[in-house]
């Protein structure tokens, strides 16, 4: 139990492009979902945190117009990479909480997302 | 400013080496300590800690977190070449239950 899927596993695209990246709970209900982004040897940060309903909550220095989140059902919660640019190329992962769970080990992680700006 | 600070960043060892693994934390509103083992793709749950001085155990890993001093270690005893991979710690914190991430120890065992 407790799988998170996320599509697709890998995209290019060229810069100015927007990309939409997917990530589901498949076999249970996500009231919260986290987007974190990975460089190369690099650690995850925390992007936003995204609530079943509501607006997400971007971290400082993330732009919220440039990463669009959208969360609209307890078990897809999507985020949209508008105008990409080379920079923006990185390992996305997303990571949904069990509803009902209140501790971080309820937290489990997609398989990420590999995004190359052309 | 939250952080989480892992030592060392790298390390190769030979199988059957036994490693310890360092994470140091300074955040607010700690909650819990989390170990995950990070292969090619996402992270897979190790550990999840909350009291100090209880050690916890999954076969040939084991894990404890002292609260006093900040900082928890992971053991990992007779290694072998499946261990290979960059564990990473992460703090849980109170509020909406983020995490922050240490920078992870990638962990090279040699045949």
């Known amino acids: 139990g407790a799988v998170v899927s996320q599509h697709p596993s890998w995209v290019i695209c060229k810069s100015g492009t927007s990309v939409k990246i997917e990530c589901r709970s498949l076999d249970f209900q996500a009231t919260t979902m986290f987007w974190y982004r990975q460089f190369p040897k690099q650690s995850l940060m925390l992007m936003a945190t995204?609530?079943?309903?509501?607006?997400?909550?971007?971290e400082q220095g993330v732009e919220k117009d440039k990463f669009l989140i959208n969360h609209a059902s307890l078990t897809l919660s999507t985020l949209t990479v508008t105008s990409a640019h080379p920079e923006d190329s990185s390992f996305y992962i997303c990571?949904?909480?069990?509803?009902?769970?209140?501790?971080?080990?309820?937290?489990?992680f997609g398989p990420g997302t590999r995004l190359t700006v052309l | 400013e939250d952080k989480v600070v892992q030592s060392p960043l790298s390390l190769v060892v030979h199988e059957g080496d036994t490693v310890t693994l360092n994470c140091s934390y300074e955040v607010t509103n700690f909650r819990s300590l989390l170990w995950y083992k990070q292969e090619k793709k996402a992270p897979t749950f190790l550990f999840m800690l909350t009291s100090s001085g209880i050690e916890k155990k999954s076969g040939r890993l084991s894990s404890i977190l002292d609260k006093k001093e900040l900082f928890s270690i992971l053991n990992i005893t007779a290694t072998q070449t499946g261990d290979s991979a960059v564990y990473l710690c992460?703090?849980?914190?109170?509020?909406?239950?983020?995490?922050?991430f240490g920078a992870g120890t990638r962990l090279t065992v040699k045949p």
């Open positions: 992460a703090v849980g914190l109170y509020n909406n239950n983020d995490m922050r």
């Open positions: 995204s609530n079943e309903g509501s607006k997400a909550t971007y």
């Open positions: 990571s949904a909480r069990l509803a009902g769970g209140s501790g971080a080990d309820t937290q489990y």
